[in-house]
């Protein structure tokens, strides 16, 4: 029976009614109606709703379905005996993100069992990053068995105004109801409280989180009841006006009025007893005889009798009596357990260090995911985050869980913060940074930066290491691969932080580092060699130095095809051929470059009829860069927008499943996907596909701009094509504004590489602003824009002469525009030719194709000799219509060298 008032927020309580999410439940009511194993995760905010929804599908569900909350400390024995079930079984596991262990264990077991059994997994977390990979990409049987699995983030319950004010007063009516029902509060007139709330909370939430709500409803309710407690000053500290710290003032009332009927206040202070609460909710659900120890660790109760401990727990297990064989639960929701954990370790850090000395990994775990979550506190946020700190720093061992609570919880700052301190101090071992390292997820745009981080200390370390080894005349063999295994490492961090300059340092001497290997270990080293040369192309290609990267990328291939290929081998081929090809197309060689690529794209498919679930990204990435260099070729359009479409269609999956790894692919995808649409004629389609690009890439750049904007700028280039084509020029303006302005400023910031790229956004810009008949600022563009297309020349003679032609052909119109005497010699001294407008595509720039170009001057000869013949007839003399038609000729020639770029 329900003692307490927290208990009635509590989701499983079913206090409050379900409200809403109808559209969802009824797809989760189809996916359980399907025979087999199905799995489903829904994510979201703590209070969005999410165990209640799980509760509300489980109710709706038919009779003869088993509904198995799984138990946290279950073993994993008796997981079989769940796949054998003759009955249809929902399984839930909530906090799924802290039990990966045991969603494999199940996954497993029902794998083993092999029989057809309607099994439904449906696993709550609050958010699907970093674990949710892991997930995935550390067990076999959970790739292949969540493969299809459905991914939903739930959204607010109560978006607006007026459907808060609906769950504010349902939530206050039903209340009303239920307080009516607890033992210490049955005196009050709960329905008579209830009449005088409005019809709206006197606060607007926002987006409403429904436990928002809820907590709020049910504090007005308990403040009408005990006016005294509104003008009582926080115990916690806090300004009380929060949901949460308003809801904590009766909480607390609550606790000291049951510790005086039990005899323990005022002999113990309410601080040591909140204290206990504390520690018991820190460490979690204990058994009876491990609760006596637990409590020693409270300063208050260290030097108490037994029986008085004794009678502490008691008291605690009144309050929130435990499940099964625990002594106690912990203060539900999570949202109130976190903020009053926030308030006792910002006033009292020495708990969590006495708590986690000597703790099992499990325990630590707990404590610091609640630490975590406390310490996005606005006001004790600092303070907290200084604690963890030096709690983590103190206690080296706790690192590896710590690790695991950032990949996690939904803002793991005070984590990271809290072991870069950490990785920073003299003595951590290099053994534990290896480890910790090596528990990175490959991608991630959370832990990025801390990545490089650990991975240039690691580098550090081993530099050391190696030193001394020399010094001491010792074999160097392995401390130079592990070495060369750090500098390949944070080479591969460095550049998904957009450090490339950096990157590529590291990749040398990495490169150096395995080549010193060689004469002794030549075949040995030929794999790592490989590899080592692949990245390096990459880099290279980043900061545009194309034949340099084109060299390393054929060392690469060549390496790799006079290995003994397995599926593995044939894998790192097919992705070291779509390195080549991307070299290869940059410096002007397409020929062959679309050789490459249909071999990658054979291999690729090839390897997916054998293992779909394995290489469908690396598929995705061969067709991408297949149509790539099709679209080139004039007789292969059809096919290179098929294999574009065919690579969007997989990358949407993949991002659905891991967006924190595949939304940067998607967006790129995306990006070739329009230009290809564009050329087709197919403009709706087109606009759309860039549209999302852009929305995209504008969210990756918030997150890690040094990484994305140079993406993000690349898209709002072709953003401004396609609006303009549209119609919209002053929005295409807008648009290649930003990307100039984006562009600026990462070279300013010394990003090298983005030269052709601001080159090309001038250009844009300059012809957009000669659309609006705004010459003074196109000619500012454009002469920008020629400087650095002057200097590319220079350095590239083979790769920018034909955009610098059209550079100065836009120039030579905007100077006839601006009424100038005459132009420029340098102008006049270019060969001009009908320039070709140009998109961004990946990062290479693509022309109008020569199949286009020759459509466009048959219409233009059929168009002067039709007037030349229409003139004849009409009787009008032969040298008049001559020169009418070649005045026509010439307006078309001028409206397509001012077209865009």
Not at 152 to 177: H, I, K, M, N
Not at 660 to 674: I, Q, R, W
Not at 691 to 714: K, T
Not at 728 to 752: H, N, P, T
Request: proline share 5%; glycine share 6%; net charge neutral.
């Amino acid at each position: 029976m329900l003692s307490s008032p927290a208990g009635l927020l509590h989701a499983r309580e079913v206090v409050v009614p379900f409200q809403g999410r109808t559209q969802l439940l009824e797809q989760m009511r189809v996916w359980a109606g399907q025979q087999g194993f199905g799995a489903w995760l829904v994510h979201g905010p703590g209070g969005q709703g999410k165990t209640r929804l799980a509760i509300q599908l489980a109710e709706e569900l038919p009779e003869n379905w088993v509904t198995l909350w799984l138990d946290p400390d279950g073993p994993a024995s008796s997981l079989p005996h769940l796949a054998a079930t003759a009955r249809p079984l929902l399984v839930v596991i909530d906090y799924s993100e802290a039990r990966t262990t045991q969603v494999v264990d199940l996954l497993q077991a029902v794998a083993r069992h092999g029989r057809v059994a309607t099994i439904k997994l449906l696993m709550l977390a609050r958010t699907a990053d970093d674990w949710w990979k892991g997930l995935l990409a550390g067990s076999r049987t959970a790739e292949t068995m969540l493969d299809s699995a459905h991914v939903t983030e739930l959204g607010p319950l109560a978006p607006d105004a007026e459907s808060q004010g609906e769950t504010y007063r349902t939530a206050v009516d039903t209340f009303a109801r239920a307080l009516g029902h607890l033992p210490a509060w049955r005196h009050h007139d709960w329905q008579l409280l209830a009449s005088r709330l409005p019809a709206h909370p006197r606060n607007d939430f926002g987006p409403g989180v429904a436990l928002t709500l809820h907590m709020t409803a049910l504090a007005d309710l308990l403040e009408l009841a005990e006016p005294s407690l509104v003008s009582e000053p926080d115990p916690g500290g806090g300004d009380g006006t929060d949901a949460e710290e308003r809801f904590l003032r009766h909480e607390r009332r609550y606790w000291a009025s049951t510790a005086k009927a039990a005899g323990l206040h005022p002999a113990l202070s309410m601080k040591t007893l909140t204290d206990a609460l504390a520690t018991a909710f820190l460490a979690g659900s204990v058994e009876s005889r491990d609760a006596d120890a637990l409590l020693r660790l409270v300063a208050g109760l260290s030097d108490q009798p037994q029986d008085r401990r004794t009678q502490v727990r008691d008291w605690m297990a009144s309050l929130y009596p435990g499940a099964g064989s625990g002594t106690w639960d912990v203060l539900q929701p999570d949202r109130l357990l976190e903020v009053f954990i926030g308030q006792k370790l910002s006033d009292a850090p020495e708990l969590a260090e006495r708590l986690v000395a000597g703790a099992s990994p499990a325990r630590v775990h707990h404590m610091l995911t609640f630490y975590a979550r406390a310490a996005v506190h606005p006001v004790r946020g600092a303070g907290l985050r200084v604690n963890i700190g030096s709690l983590i720093v103190r206690h080296p061992p706790v690192m590896t869980q710590a690790l695991q609570v950032a990949t996690q919880v939904e803002r793991p700052r005070a984590i990271l913060e809290a072991l870069t301190r950490a990785v920073r101090a003299s003595d951590v071992s290099v053994h534990r940074l290896a480890e910790l390292a090596g528990q990175l997820p490959e991608s991630s745009q959370k832990l990025a930066p801390f990545a490089v981080e650990i991975a240039q200390r690691l580098v550090d370390m081993r530099r050391s290491e190696m030193e001394l080894r020399r010094r001491n005349r010792k074999n160097q063999s392995k401390a130079r691969s592990r070495l060369a295994q750090a500098l390949s490492d944070l080479s591969h961090r460095l550049f998904d932080v957009g450090r490339w300059d950096e990157a590529l340092e590291s990749n040398s001497e990495c490169l150096a580092v395995v080549r010193r290997s060689a004469p002794k270990h030549a075949w040995g080293v030929m794999p790592e060699m490989a590899s080592i040369l692949n990245n390096r192309s990459r880099f290279l290609r980043q900061l545009g130095k194309r034949e340099e990267a084109l060299a390393a990328s054929r060392q690469a291939v060549d390496i790799q095809r006079r290995l003994e290929n397995d599926d593995l081998g044939r894998q790192i081929l097919a992705g070291m051929l779509n390195n080549l090809c991307i070299d290869l197309r940059l410096i002007g060689r397409r020929d062959e470059a679309v050789e490459a690529a249909r071999e990658a794209v054979a291999i690729h498919r090839r390897l997916a009829s054998k293992s779909r679930d394995a290489h469908l990204p690396g598929l995705a990435m061969s067709l991408n860069n297949l149509s790539v260099q099709l679209s080139e070729l004039p007789a292969s359009s059809d096919e290179s927008l098929a294999a574009i479409r065919e690579t969007v269609t997989i990358k949407r999956e993949l991002a659905q499943l891991l967006p924190d790894a595949h939304l940067p692919d998607l967006a790129g995808a995306l990006n070739n996907l329009s230009c290809e649409l564009g050329e087709h004629g197919l403009r709706e389609e087109s606009l759309a596909a860039i549209q999302e690009a852009v929305e995209i890439r504008r969210l990756l750049a918030a997150d890690l701009p040094d990484a994305h904007s140079s993406d993000l700028a690349q898209s709002l280039q072709n953003l401004s094509v396609e609006l303009s084509q549209a119609g919209f020029r002053e929005e295409g303006l807008e648009a290649v504004g930003e990307c100039v302005d984006i562009l600026r400023a990462q070279m300013g910031a010394g990003v090298k590489g983005l030269g052709q790229h601001l080159a090309t956004g001038l250009h844009n810009q300059a012809v957009g602003f000669l659309e609006l008949e705004r010459p003074s600022e196109a000619l500012d563009a454009i002469s920008e824009c020629i400087a650095i297309r002057e200097r590319l020349v220079a350095a590239y003679p083979g790769a920018h002469a034909e955009e610098l032609q059209q550079s100065f052909a836009v120039l030579r119109n905007i100077e006839l525009l601006l009424g100038r005497p005459g132009i420029s010699d340098r102008t006049w001294r270019q060969r001009l030719r009908p320039p070709q407008p140009m998109r961004l595509t990946g990062l290479i720039l693509r022309p109008e194709s020569r199949k286009q170009q020759r459509r466009r001057l048959v219409r233009q000869v059929v168009f002067g000799v039709a007037l030349t013949v229409i003139g004849v007839m009409v009787g009008i003399p032969m040298y008049v219509t001559i020169i009418c038609a070649v005045a026509a000729a010439s307006l078309a020639v001028l409206a397509m060298v001012t077209r865009r770029v």
